[in-house]
């Protein structure tokens, strides 16, 4: 199975439940790292759905954007320390396979402007609270 293929099969359905892919690593560590049981992933505590953009509302788009962020110690995300890392766009009803181009700054503002205001329980390290990478993954979907 393609790795595109499985992102699409597997994200829909993380993302009907609210849970997020995740890497976790402490922040301002010296090598990236995925969580090793020292570092526990910062858990969803509340979210804010983003707003959709008007003009790809009307154009009846959808997209997944692919964010990573940095989860502080006190749970907040600063909207300094998000990065769309990817994003993919289509027509409702179209083949995931049929990407469109050009839309991906609107859904990238709009995904990161909602994830800043999303608070965690912060990932922990020996019991501690640290600063962590997280991806975050949002999908715009017509009703």
Known sequence: ?????LIRTILPGLLLFGLTLSWA???????PRPADGKVTNPQLASRVAPDYPPEAHDAEL???T??????????TIDPEDIRCLQCSVRRRGEAPEEVL???????????SAAVAQWR???????G?????????????KLN
């Open 1 to 5: 199975m393609r790795f595109s293929t």
């Open 25 to 31: 690593v402490p922040y301002g560590g010296e090598t």
């Open 62 to 64: 959808e997209a997944n």
């Open 66 to 75: 692919i964010l990573q962020a940095v989860i502080r110690k006190d749970g």
């Open 101 to 111: 181009h050009g839309w991906c700054d609107d859904f990238c503002a709009a995904s």
């Open 120 to 126: 965690y329980r912060p990932g922990t390290m020996d």
């Open 128 to 140: 501690e609270p640290v600063d962590v990478y997280f991806t975050i993954v949002v999908e715009f």
